[in-house]
């Protein structure tokens, strides 16, 4: 049973189009919640930490939510350049460092 | 600074062949991770290392894996006898210290078992 599950598999949008990616976890006792971007051949790249529902973190066009049960990724007029995986993770039941990912969501963002 | 640097980038190898993969961690980190992705799938913890205590292998798929780590710096993953089923892209991650600290990627190693 998947832990982690984001939504869609993969997302297009249009230069400027805002949208959302949305990660469940089904952990309890959330000891964090870590956002990171997948470019093609290359290493994730950490964006941000959360770990309380209700706090929020910006990064650019990028702002990262979390709730009890899931966490949003707001993605505000994006760019060609923000074309990339986005991967959710959390740390496993018991764990502080087995981070659980998901299978990501692949987007493409068009000029 | 440096980032996590991974070597070699890419690996093609036979079945049955051993393989090594190398992991220099960021200076100063002490915890170090490895995970594997396989297509399609999510990132799998395989094995963590923190500072002088005993590894967690837990994540370790098989006894054909096995990872060591000189002190706090550099580690190696082997895999013995490879299958085709071990072909994905093995990720190094280091950490300032273990537990919720945030864990860094290094680019990872493409390897393929034909």
Known sequence: EDQVTQSPEALRLQEGESSSLNCSYTVSGLRGLFWYRQ????????????????????????KATLTKKESFLHITAPKPEDSATYLCAVPEEGSNYKLTFGKGTLLTVNP | GAGVSQSPSNK???????????????SGHTALYWYRQRLGQGLEFLIYFQGNSAPDKSGL???????????????????QRTQQEDSAVYLCASSYQGGRETQYFGPGTRLLVL
Not at chain 1, 39 to 62: H, I, M, Q, V, W
Not at chain 2, 12 to 26: A, F, N, S, W, Y
């Open chain 1, 39 to 62: 470019d093609p051949g290359k290493g994730p790249e950490f964006l941000f930490t959360l770990y309380s529902a209700g706090e929020e973190k910006e990064k650019e066009r990028l």
């Open chain 2, 12 to 26: 093609v190898t036979e079945k049955g062949k051993d393989v090594e993969l190398r992991c220099d961690p960021i």
């Open chain 2, 61 to 79: 798929p098989s006894d054909r894996f096995s990872a060591e780590r000189t002190g706090e710096s550099v580690s190696t993953l082997t895999i």
